[in-house]
């Protein structure tokens, strides 16, 4: 079989990998280079429609086009999508088209896609097939079908798989992204069992999000941002102060946390921004948002002016979870730092950033401006009230030693960031280059029988 890297090996984003079997192809994951399309937004200043040309202009996009060069584009007969992050999911609306091959996720996944392209007023020709947790797909390839399983896995959002492809050569697994967290706060933990079975059968090739294997730990649990939060929520003097949280829309689990405290102030919440409503309500279309009646939700224009208006008469007795923990230009903190939003902040008002600062240069320059407007007011910041969702050195350690995988794949980031798995392998016995294969976005890895 041939791996083609065509995203993600040198970069956090665009990820998209894709597997050759003879006459067939599988695509795991389109996903957008995020950084890129913020710098878009912030030239525009406004949003307006992306188009699959401006996208790849700006290296939005994985360079599919690799699979044109090879003649393999018509041989794709799936589409799996491993998680509903925009740099797995974010390219499928501008890319599927070019394949005749059904898009196939679990249920949250597909319902955050779904949305994207309601937003985008994008139809594609593709079919779309909802896995649940756990569940099997059968591809059909041209002479044979290959049976995908999506295993559940733990990552921050609902419903992340494990991909693992059934081939005649063995199994292809795809973690992209994980972490290993037997106390997610909301689903299941890691199906440690279908990973062993997996293992039992013979693994010809793991592809792992590598991101974090050069911090030496085992990253911690959801229920240890939870505890974070009930931390600076309910032990901080704040009876009299606004109380406003960042945190990624896309995190069912958090905001469900986040939640669950505001109940105990007897503060009422309210969840505003697009993107938190376009997550909320996919997470509410599968019937996994347990915090549905207890929100309310504001996205349009006038929603937001008039439930600021409110908070700002409610102060103590109000919570508002908002967009904008990067400092996104356009989101709720970005316009409410610089005055635009009929709610002014005031000295020792509470702003709680349950998230962490992507390290790309235009991000830690959004943040840091904004922060600096947000402190003129006198308000106090919490940053940081966070866990990340991808493994440490040790959970990878840990992974690999359960699922003995022949060859592995270091995904998930720049070359710098991936070198430390190559060492970590080598630990383990695998050789570089033999076993360990360090791959660049847009090249081709061959694995003999
Ligand atoms: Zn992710």
């Known amino acids: 079989?041939?791996?083609?890297?065509?995203?993600?090996?040198?970069?956090?984003?665009?990820?998209?990998?894709?597997?050759?079997?003879?006459?067939?192809?599988?695509?795991?994951?389109?996903?957008?280079?995020?950084?890129?399309?913020?710098?878009?937004?912030?030239?525009?200043?406004?949003?307006?429609?992306?188009?699959?040309?401006?996208?790849?202009?700006?290296?939005?996009?994985?360079?599919?086009?690799?699979?044109?060069?090879l003649g393999i584009?018509?041989?794709?007969?799936?589409?799996?999508?491993?998680?509903?992050?925009?740099?797995?999911?974010?390219?499928?609306?501008?890319?599927?088209?070019?394949?005749?091959?059904?898009?196939v996720g679990t249920p949250f996944t597909i319902e955050v896609l779904n949305r994207i392209l309601e937003d985008e007023k994008i139809r594609l020709p593709n079919q779309i097939h909802t896995i649940k947790p756990d569940g099997t797909f059968t591809i059909r390839g041209k002479n044979r079908n290959y049976q995908a399983e999506f295993i559940n896995i733990t990552h921050s959002t609902l419903q992340t798989s494990m991909l693992a492809i059934h081939t005649p050569e063995g199994v292809v697994a795809y973690a992209n992204d994980f972490k290993l967290d037997d106390n997610p706060v909301m689903g299941s933990p890691p199906n440690y069992n279908a990973m062993k079975r997996i293992a039992k059968e013979g693994i010809k090739a793991l592809i792992v999000d590598s991101l974090y294997s050069a911090s030496e730990r085992k990253t911690p649990s959801e229920k240890v941002a939870r505890a974070l939060l009930e931390e600076v929520m309910l032990t901080v003097k704040n009876e009299n102060s606004a109380m406003f949280i960042a945190?990624?829309?896309?995190?069912?689990?958090?905001?469900?946390?986040?939640?669950?405290?505001?109940?105990?102030?007897?503060?009422?919440?309210?969840?505003?921004?697009?993107?938190?409503?376009?997550?909320?309500?996919?997470?509410?279309?599968?019937?996994?948002?347990?915090?549905?009646?207890?929100?309310?939700m504001g996205s349009y224009k006038k929603q937001v002016a008039s439930i600021l208006k409110k908070v700002e008469k409610n102060r103590a007795n109000s919570l508002v979870v908002c967009t904008g923990h990067q400092g996104e230009p356009g989101s709720i903190m970005d316009r409410l730092s610089k005055g635009a939003l009929p709610f002014q902040f005031r000295h020792n008002d509470n702003i709680i950033f349950a998230s962490k600062t992507i390290p790309a240069p235009v991000n830690i320059a959004n943040k840091e401006q904004m922060d600096k407007r947000l402190k003129k007011a006198g308000v106090r910041i919490f940053d940081e009230v966070h866990v990340s969702g991808h493994a440490g050195r040790e959970d990878l350690r840990d992974l690999l030693e359960l699922m003995k995988p022949q060859n592995v794949i270091p995904s998930h980031g720049a070359t710098h960031q991936l070198t430390p798995m190559v060492e970590l392998c080598r630990e383990l016995g695998y050789r570089a280059g033999k076993e360990c294969h360090l791959m660049q976005d847009g090249q081709t890895l061959e694995l003999k029988k």
Do not use: W
């Open 1 to 69: 079989m041939k791996i083609h890297t065509i995203g993600g090996f040198n970069e956090v984003g665009k990820n998209m990998t894709v597997i050759e079997l003879q006459d067939d192809a599988i695509i795991l994951d389109s996903g957008l280079y995020l950084p890129a399309v913020v710098e878009l937004q912030e030239a525009e200043q406004e949003q307006t429609a992306y188009t699959e040309k401006r996208l790849r202009g700006i290296g939005a996009l994985p360079d599919d086009l690799l699979l044109d060069k």
């Open 247 to 296: 945190t990624f829309s896309s995190h069912i689990a958090r905001l469900k946390s986040i939640v669950d405290f505001s109940k105990k102030l007897d503060r009422d919440v309210f969840f505003i921004g697009r993107s938190l409503n376009k997550y909320v309500s996919a997470a509410r279309k599968i019937n996994m948002c347990p915090f549905q009646n207890q929100i309310r």
């Open 73 to 103: 584009r018509n041989k794709v007969r799936a589409i799996l999508i491993g998680h509903a992050h925009l740099d797995h999911v974010g390219a499928i609306p501008y890319m599927s088209y070019r394949y005749n091959a059904p898009l």
